[in-house]
C-alpha cells in the first residue's frame, strides 16, 4: 500500500524552528522512524515550501496510485484554497496533521480551509500525529 | 495509569444514532475495546447528557487522582464555557476526540471552545479516535 | 397515538413568570386542557430546567415509542445545540413552540438553535400554540 | 368577522412550485377549504407579486374595516421594510404564515423583517399554517 | 422651476399613521401647503406604494424637463439600490426627507442607501423638512 | 426556440444613462441587433421598473412554453430575493448578464442575490454579454 | 429666544478648509448672516477644537437658559460619546448640522453618534444647513 | 433579611482552582466570614456545577421568600440565557460578582448574559465583591 | 495613604443629569461623605469634561506619589484608548466605577476600554460604587 | 493579435477533475477548439499549480507585446492579491472565466479578488466561457 | 525649513512609561538629539495630552508657515478623526511615528485612523522614527 | 554586517509599474544606490514573484548567517501567514518596508499579515523606506 507524507512551507525546518513548539526532531528523524514503524507500507515523502510544488507533488503521486496522504500544510492550511482544491480535485484521502495544537495559538490558526476535505485531522500531539495519521490510513479498506 | 474516557450529551445512543455519520459500534463494545486494547491501564468511563455531571465527574476523578482524560464532549464543545473552566481549573490533560470531522458539518461545529484547553484534538478518524488519545495519554511521562 | 409535551428552564413557572407576557395559565391547566381536547392522545408531559434532563427524557421517549413532540425549548432556544443534536439523533418529531413572540424581543431570542431539525415553529400565539403543535402531529400520518 | 389571506410574491405558482417543498395544493383548492373550514367568518384573499400591490390591498382591507390578516409574505419576508412599515402604521393584526420551514432553507430565509411587527408566526406546517393563522385570528376578541 | 416632491410606500397615510410619530397633517395638507409658500415654482406631487411606479415617475419627470425632486422614500431608503441607481442615471437633484429622525429609531433605519446620491438629507424636522427641501432646491442656480 | 430577454429597473433609459459606464446603445438598438444575429431564435423582450412585473412577466413565459431567459436585473441583483425565487420556483434556464463589471464598483454590487439559482454570469463585457447568453441558451440541448 | 450656535473641532477654518468641500464663508460671515436673519433671536455662538470645551459651553448655556443648540460635532459626530451624553444629560433641544453631505464620504462618516439624542439632522445643505436649524428651532414652542 | 449567595460552575474549587487568579481561600471560609460579617442577615448558600441545579434552586428560594442573591454565575455568565431568564422571571433583586476581572481575560469572558437583568455587576476585587454585594442587599430597602 | 476620586465628562451634574438614572445627590454631597466615611485616607477629587485635563491630573498624581484612584470616566469608558493608556503607562492601582449599570443601556455601553488595565470595576451600585472602590483602595497592602 | 489563455492551480486536470462539474474535456482539447475557433489570432497557453510562475509568465508575455489575456484563476481567484497586482501593474486587459458557476458553491468562491482589476468575468457557461473571452478580447480595437 | 515635531497623549512620560517598550530616553533629550541631529532645520516642538490642544497647534503652525510634522499621535492614532480632519483640512504634509511596533501589540493598535491623510507612517525602529521622520521631511522639495 | 534586501511578487517591475504610485526607479539602481550608500555593509538581495522561493531565500540567507533582513513583500503582506512563519520560524530580525502609503488605497492593503512579526514597519515614504530599513538594521547591535 502507497502512503504519500507531505509537509507545508517552513516544515523543512522542523526540529530547530520553535523547539519549545515543535520539538526537536528533524524531518529526516521522522520519517525513518515512520519507515521503521510502518515497514509495510510503501511511504512516499515530501517537502516544500511552494503551494505550487506541493499540487504538483499530489498531482503526481495521484499518477502512481498514490491517493492517501498524511499531510501538514502548515500555514498553507490557513490561506490555500488551492491545495484544498488539489485535494478535493484529486480524490485523495487525507489525514490532515499538525504538531502544535492550533486551537492555542494565534486565531487565525484556528481555522482549516483544507479540513472540510480531508477525512480527518489531528492536532496537538506533536509528531505522534504523523504516526497516527498513517497508521489510520493503512487500517483504511 | 489511571486514563478516564469521557463522553457528553446524545454519545450514550452511540451505534444508532445517526449510523452513516457515526458508525455502529455502541459504548458499551468501544469500552470493552478499548479496555482490551489497552490492559495496563486503569481506565474509568464515564458518559452524561448532563453539563453539570460532567463536572462534577471530572471534579470527582481529579480527587482520586486521575487527571488525564480523553474527552469527547460533544455538542458542549461549541456552547460549553463551563466545561473549558473545568478542565483547565483541574489542570486536566485532555486529548479532545470528536468522531466525525467536526470541519465537514455545519459551520458552528467547527469551532470548538473546549481545543484551547486541552492538549490536542482528534476528529473524522471514527472511534479510533479513543484509541488515539488513550495511547498517547498513556505514552506521556 | 403518543404525543410528548416537553417544557424548557423557568416554564415551570408559567402562569406566575411575567405575565404580561406570558398569560396567567399555569402548566397544570395547560397540561389539563390539553389531554381534554386530545383525548384520543396519548399524551406526556415534562418539564425540567435542566438541559440533561430534556434529553434524558427524549431518550426515555424514544425507546418508549413516543417520537412525536411539542417542545418548547424556552431559552435553551438559544444556547443548545445538545438539544438540537438529541432531536436530529433520536429522529423525533418536533414542533417548536414558544408562547411569546420571539421575533419581538431581546435580537438573541430571533435566534433558534433547534429550529432547522423541527418539523416547524409556531411563536406568538399564546398557549393555543401547544395546542397547534399537538393538533399537527396528531394529524401526521 | 373580517380576516384577509394573503400571499407575496410566487405564491400564485402554489401547487406547481417546487412541489417537494410547498405541497401540490393550489391557491384556489386552498381558498376553498378555507372558505368551507370558516365559514362563519368574511375571508378575503389577495396574491400579488408586487410589493406596492400589497401594501395598496391592505390600505384597502383597512379602510373596509379589514384588519386581520393571514400573511404569508413569500420572499418579501427577507426583503421589505416597506410591507413591515404598512402592518405597523395601518395597526393590523397579523399572523405571519410560511409553508415550508424557514429555519432549515438558506441562511436569509431565517430572518424575517416582518416577524417583529406581527402577533405570531408559523412555519414549517405547510397549508395547515393558514388554517391556525384564521382560527387564532377568529379567536381573538 | 419645476420641482418634484414625491413620497414613497406608506406615506399615503400620512396624518392617520402613527401620529405620535408622523404627525397629523395629511398628504392633501402638506401639498397644499407647499403650494402656497412656493407660488413661484412649477411644483408636482407624486405617492406610490410602488417602487416601479416611483422610478417610472421619476423618468416621467426627467422626460418633462422637472429634474428637481424631494424626495421621502419611506422604507424604500433602506431597500431600494433600484431608487438609488434611478436617482444616479437620470442625473436628479435631490433632497432627501425623513419625517421622523431616523436616527433615533430600529437600527436599520439609520442607514440610508440612497443618501449617498442625494445632494443632502433632512431628518426628524417632521414636515418642515419639505419646505427646507423644496427652498433649497429652488435657491439652486 | 424561445428565449426571453428581460431587463430590471433603470435599463430602460439603456444609452443615456450614465453612458461612460453603460455605452449609448439603446434597449430598441440592442434588441434589433438580437433579432438580426439570432434570427432562428423566437426572441421576446421585457423591461420594467417594477420587480412584481417582471415576475409576472417569468410566469406568463413560463405559460408560453418559454423557459430560458438571458437576465439583467439591474439593481434587483442586489436587492431581490423574490425575483430569486421566481427563477427558482418556474425552474427557468437562466444567464444573468450585468453590462458594467459589478466588481469595480461600490462594494454592495459585487453581491448577486439572483446568481446562485442561474445558470452562470457574465460581466463587464457591455451589451456583448446580451450576446453571449442567448448564443448560449440557444446552444443548450 | 435664545438660541446657540456651536461648531466642533476644526470648523474654525470654515472658509479655508477644502473649499470644494464646504465652501468659502468664513464662521465670521456665516455668524453675521445668522445675526441678520434672524435678528428676534438671542443668538451665542462657540466654536472650539476640544471637546471638554464644548461639554463645558453647552453646561454653561444651559446654566444661562439656553437649552436649544445648533450643532456641528465636526468629526466629534463620529467618535464621542461624551458630546451625546451632555446632549442628552442636559436635556438639550439640539439639531445637528453638516455642511457636506456625510453620506457621501468616508464610510465612518455617515455613522452619527449624536444624532439619535438630537431632534433631527440636516446634511449637504451646505451653510444653509445652519439657518434651517436656527428656523426650526425659533419655530418651536 | 433572607438573602442567598450563589456560585455557579467550577467554584466548589475555589481555593484550589488557579490560585494565582483566584486566590486561596475556599467557599466554606468565604461563607463562614460572610455570616461573621453579616451577623444580621439570614444567608443562605448554594454551589453547583449544574445549570438546571442553580435555577431549581432560586426557584426554590422565591418561594422562601428570598429573592436577593449575590450570584457568580461562574462560566454561565457568558452562555447561559437561562440563568438570564430565571433572575429575569422571578423578579429578584441580584447583584453580579466576579472575582477575577473579567475584561482582562479572554475576550469571550467580557460578555455578560446575565448582567443586564442584574441590578449590578463587581469584578476583578476577589472575594470581597462577595462583601459589597451582600452589603448593597442588605442596605436596599 | 493618598487616594484619587476622579470623573469624567457631564459626572459635574451628577443630581441634577437624569436622576431616575444617576439620582439626586451631588458631586460635592459625594466628596463630604466620603471624606466622612473614610477620614484616615488623604482623598484628593477631580472632575473635567476633558479627556487631556483627566491625564495632566493623573501624571500630577502621580508625581504628588498618588497612584490608586476611584475611576469613574463617564462616557470616555467608551471612546478613550488615551485614558486606558494613562493608566497603564503610570501604573495607577484604578478601580472602574459607574453609578447605573453599563450593561443595561445602550449596547456601545456594554464595553468599557478601559476595564483591561483596571484591577476591577463596579457598576449598578449607585454612588455606593464610590465607597466601596475607596475601601478597597485603602485595603490594599 | 497575441492573445492568451491562462489557468491557475488545478485546471491541468481539467477533464478528469470532478466531471459532473468541470466536464470531460481536457486542456488539450480545449486549446485545440480555441485555436481552430481562432484561427486569425496568435494564441499562447499556460497553464501552472504555482501562483508565482503565473505572475512570471505575465510579465514575460508582457515583454513580448502579449496584453490581452483570458484568465481562469482557479482557487487563487479567491486567495491571491499578488495575481491582482500583477494584472493591474502590468496594464493588462483580462477578461476572467470560471467554468462553474462560482455563485453556487462554497460561500468563499463567490469572491474574486481578481475581479476588480479585470474588465469583465464570465462564470457558469463551462468551456464556452474561454471561447466567449478570447471572442470578446478579439473584438476589442 | 520649519518642521514640527508633535506627541500626543502619555508622550509626555517618554523615557519612565513602560520603559521596556518605549525606551529610557526623555522627550527632552529627543528633542535635544533631534536639533543636534538637523541643525539646518527650523524645529518646534509640542506635547499635548489634549486632542482640542494639537488641533489649535497644527492651526497655529500652520498660520506660521510650518506644514511639515513628524507627529506621534499616541491613542489619539486610534479614536481621533478630528485630528485626521485637521492634516487633512489644513493639507499639511505629515509622516506618522510610533516607537513601538502598533502590530505587535493589542488588536485595536493596528488600525490608525490617522494615516490615511498622512504621508507615511514608521513604526517599530524606537525612537529613531523621530529621526527618519524629520529627514525625509527635509528632503521633500 | 550582512543585511538581507527582499522584495516579493512584482516588484521587479519596478520603475515601470504605476510609476505615479511606486516612482520611476528601478531595482536595479535601487540596489546600486543602497551599495553606495552602505559601503561597509555586506548586502544580499532577493526578488521573486513565488512565495516559495522567498521562504528559500530566506533559509538560505540564515544558513549563511544572514539574519536581518529589509523585507518589502508585496502582495503577499495581506495574503501569506508562510512567509509569516519563515520570519517567525527563522528568528530573523525584519523591518518591512512599503513604497507606497498601505493606509491609502484599497482596504485590504491596510491589514499586514507579517508586520506583527518584524521589528517594525516603514510605508509611504518610497524607496526612502529601504534606505530607512536598513540603516536601521544597521546600527542594531
Same mark, same amino acid.
Given at each position: 500500500? &502507497? ?6 512551507? $517552513?516544515?523543512?525546518?522542523?526540529? @530547530?524552528?520553535?523547539?519549545?513548539? #515543535?520539538?526537536?526532531? @528533524? ?21 516544500? $515550501? ?11 503521486? &495521484? ?8 499531510? $501538514?500544510? =502548515? ?5 490555500? #484554497? ?13 489525514? +490532515?496533521?499538525?504538531?502544535? $495544537?492550533?486551537?492555542?495559538? +494565534? ?10 476535505? @480531508?477525512?480527518?485531522?489531528? @492536532?496537538?500531539? =506533536?509528531? #505522534? ?13
Amino acid at each position: 500500500m &502507497k502512503i504519500g507524507v507531505m509537509h507545508g512551507p $517552513n516544515l523543512g525546518r522542523l526540529g @530547530t524552528r520553535i523547539p519549545d513548539l #515543535y520539538g526537536t526532531i @528533524t524531518l529526516d528523524v521522522l520519517h525513518r522512524e515512520l519507515r521503521e514503524a510502518f515497514g509495510d507500507v510503501d511511504l512516499s515523502f515530501f517537502q516544500s $515550501n511552494s503551494e505550487g510544488a506541493l499540487i504538483d507533488q499530489l498531482e503526481a503521486w &495521484k499518477d502512481e496510485g498514490l491517493d492517501r496522504v498524511a499531510l $501538514n500544510p =502548515g500555514a498553507l492550511t490557513h490561506q490555500s #484554497y488551492a491545495l484544498r482544491d488539489a485535494i478535493e480535485g484529486l480524490d485523495l484521502t487525507v489525514v +490532515e496533521v499538525h504538531i502544535s $495544537n492550533i486551537f492555542q495559538r +494565534e486565531s487565525f490558526r484556528a481555522q482549516s480551509l483544507t479540513a472540510p476535505v @480531508t477525512r480527518g485531522l489531528i @492536532t496537538g500531539l =506533536g509528531i #505522534y500525529g504523523y504516526h497516527v495519521a498513517v497508521a489510520y490510513l493503512r487500517s483504511m479498506v
